[in-house]
T-cell receptor, first 115, second 116 residues
């Protein structure tokens, strides 16, 4: 049973427009949510995070929104650039019971930004 | 560059052989994680160390898998009697437990294992 879901395998956006990547989760005990970006043949690169007690975090062109009641978070990239083309993973951190911060990932969304 | 490093980057082996991978975390990080990623999936947690102690293991980590971090610095992941289903990218990540942002994990480039 997937605890973190990214239902869109791919997304195509025009350069300069907004990219919105979505993520849903099922476990209300997650305490942090993170977004990672991954290029082919490289490891995931940390992008931005949000605590479960907040509803928004912004870092430059990247903003993450958290809706706890809906168990939904989204990553907004504005403006999108061709260099943003990569696979984006949503991840959740669990510090509860026997888990000490291991990350649970979604399957990823491949973003393509067209010039 | 003082990021997480992994060696080798690629490994091709025949079914039934043993393989060992190495991970060097960011030097001041005391937590070290191993993940496995297969095609079309996100990384899946395998095991976790705090200093030299292995504190958590996933049910994905069968008896053929063993991980060590003998001096609390680098870590090794060994797979014995490899099977074709072990073909995957093996990722290592590290973090600092005392940091405000201790939940942020930093990943290495991964080791791509192909079992023929």
């Amino acid at each position: 049973d997937q605890q973190v879901k990214q239902n869109s395998p791919s997304l195509s956006v025009q350069e300069g427009r907004i990219s919105i990547l979505n993520c849903d989760y099922t476990n209300s005990m997650f305490d942090y949510f993170l977004w990672y970006k991954k290029y082919p043949a490289e490891g995931p690169t940390f992008l931005i995070s949000i605590s479960s007690i907040k509803d928004k975090n912004e870092d430059g062109r990247f903003t993450v929104f958290l809706n706890k009641s809906a168990k939904h978070l989204s990553l907004h990239i504005v403006p999108s650039q061709p260099g943003d083309s990569a696979v984006y993973f949503c991840a959740a951190s669990l510090n509860y019971g026997g888990s000490q911060g291991n990350l649970i990932f979604g399957k990823g969304t491949k973003l393509s930004v067209k010039p | 560059d003082t990021g997480v490093s992994q060696d080798p980057r690629h490994k091709i082996t025949k079914r039934g052989q043993n393989v060992t991978f190495r991970c060097d975390p960011i030097s001041e990080h005391n937590r070290l994680y191993w993940y496995r990623q297969t095609l079309g999936q996100g990384p899946e947690f395998l095991t976790y160390f705090q200093n030299e102690a292995q504190l958590e293991k996933s049910r994905l980590l069968s008896d053929r898998f063993s991980a060590e971090r003998p001096k609390g610095s680098f870590s090794t992941l060994e797979i014995q009697r490899t099977e074709q289903g072990d073909s995957a990218m093996y990722l290592c990540a590290s973090s600092l437990s005392l940091a405000v942002n201790s939940y942020e994990q930093y990943f290495g480039p991964g080791t791509r294992l192909t079992v023929t």
